[in-house]
């Protein structure tokens, strides 16, 4: 800072001073110079102004200009605290806000425009989101069917994976979503709920009593306690008539009841020329062609054939050759066996369970 000083003048003559008046005069006698308003001077040491002093302008030593400060007191000033103006020369350091440098942070933040990538915010309500907010963004769940095509969210089904892994299956409490139309919302359910509240009273469930079996009634099932299907013993229960075109039977057909032919009857025949022949369990009537060999036909046991009925004939009988008719069990007419020596002949034979019997014969 510069000052223009000048010496004092003093008039020669002696004048007498009040006591105070001597000491303000011994330091002005002091001071080496003081200041002219005309030339250019430099003051050294410390100087003390007990007085306002004025000046068109004040400058530092390499000529800048001292200009008077804009804020004279700051309000709650604090480290890293965000300056706000009073509207005076008075600022405030916020409370709720501040920047560390790198992060400005703070209670609440409201703007007309926000610019940049935003990928730090974190915990914003997504109730309070507005607008369009890009989908590269969001942090998808690999694997939950979430998908960004064309920078929208959607739902792929080609990114998920088969509920069948490692032996896993559905299960009861498994969840799927379902849109629920009256209210405009979508909704979640378990599968085991679905199938009891939903599915459980849309299909058409079995009629009747136990046992019984499932027939076309209208557009759902109907059934009758006459028709029934033993699942334990495999049969097959019908309290009524069977009408049908065909009936097979691939082993044997028990009957409690009388059977009534009305139409043709037919029966199993077979022409036989080996040696010996064992009847089969097809076997009705036997023809032993006796052209060439002695044959010998071997009965099954009684035991197991009660009531069946058997028809032996000898064919082409050329002598001395014979038809010998034996049984694995039991006797044939109280014999072990019996022989047909005659061309023709013919024996019927029928099992009690314990033996056969002859009910039919002719020729010897």
């Known amino acids: 800072m510069a000052y223009n000083v000048v010496q004092?003048?003093?008039?020669?003559?002696?004048?007498?001073?009040?006591?105070?008046?001597?000491?303000?005069?011994?330091?002005?006698?002091?001071?080496?110079t003081v200041v002219d308003d005309r030339s250019d001077q430099k003051i050294d040491g410390k100087k003390t102004f007990n007085s306002a002093i004025t000046a068109k302008a004040f400058k530092l030593a390499d000529g800048r200009e001292i200009k008077p400060t804009a804020v004279h007191t700051i309000v709650n000033n604090r480290a890293s605290g965000i300056l706000i103006s009073n509207g005076d020369d008075t600022i405030t350091a916020a409370t709720n806000l501040a920047w560390d440098g790198t992060t400005l942070s703070g209670?609440?933040?409201?703007?007309?425009?926000?610019?940049?990538?935003?990928?730090?915010?974190?915990?914003?309500?997504?109730?309070?989101?507005?607008?369009?907010?890009?989908?590269k963004t969001l942090d998808l769940r690999k694997g939950s069917g979430l998908a960004i095509e064309d920078n929208q969210l959607t739902l792929s089904f080609h990114t998920v994976g088969s509920i069948k892994m490692n032996g896993q299956t559905l299960a009861d409490a498994d969840s799927i979503l379902v849109y629920d139309n009256s209210h405009n919302l979508i909704r979640k359910s378990t599968l085991q709920a679905f199938y009891k509240d939903y599915i459980n009273s849309k299909i058409h469930h079995p009629a009747g009593e136990q046992n019984a079996l499932q027939f076309k009634k209208g557009s759902t099932f109907g059934s009758s306690k006459n028709l029934t299907f033993d699942g334990s013993q495999n049969i097959l229960n019908i309290y009524g008539q069977l009408s049908t075109l065909t009936l097979k039977a691939s082993e044997r057909v028990d009957l409690s009841g009388p059977l009534v032919c009305s139409s043709a009857n037919y029966q199993n025949i077979t022409t036989i020329a080996d040696e010996n022949y064992e009847i089969n369990d097809d076997d009705y009537t036997i023809l032993a062609d006796l052209s060439d060999n002695h044959i010998c036909i071997t009965l099954p046991d009684p035991a197991l054939n009660s009531g069946r009925v058997?028809?032996?004939?000898?064919?082409?009988?050329?002598?001395p050759h014979t038809l010998t008719i034996k049984s694995t069990a039991g006797l044939i007419d109280l014999s072990d066996e019996i022989k047909i020596k005659t061309n023709t002949a013919t024996r019927s034979v029928q099992s009690d369970g314990e033996n056969w019997w002859v009910i039919s014969s002719r020729g010897s």
């Open 310 to 319: 058997l028809n032996l004939k000898a064919t082409h009988l050329k002598k």
């Open 8 to 32: 004092p003048v003093l008039e020669p003559a002696v004048i007498e001073l009040a006591e105070e008046d001597k000491e303000k005069l011994n330091k002005i006698d002091k001071l080496d």
């Open 107 to 135: 209670l609440n933040l409201r703007f007309k425009n926000l610019y940049g990538s935003a990928e730090n915010l974190t915990d914003i309500p997504a109730d309070n989101l507005r607008g369009t907010v890009p989908a």
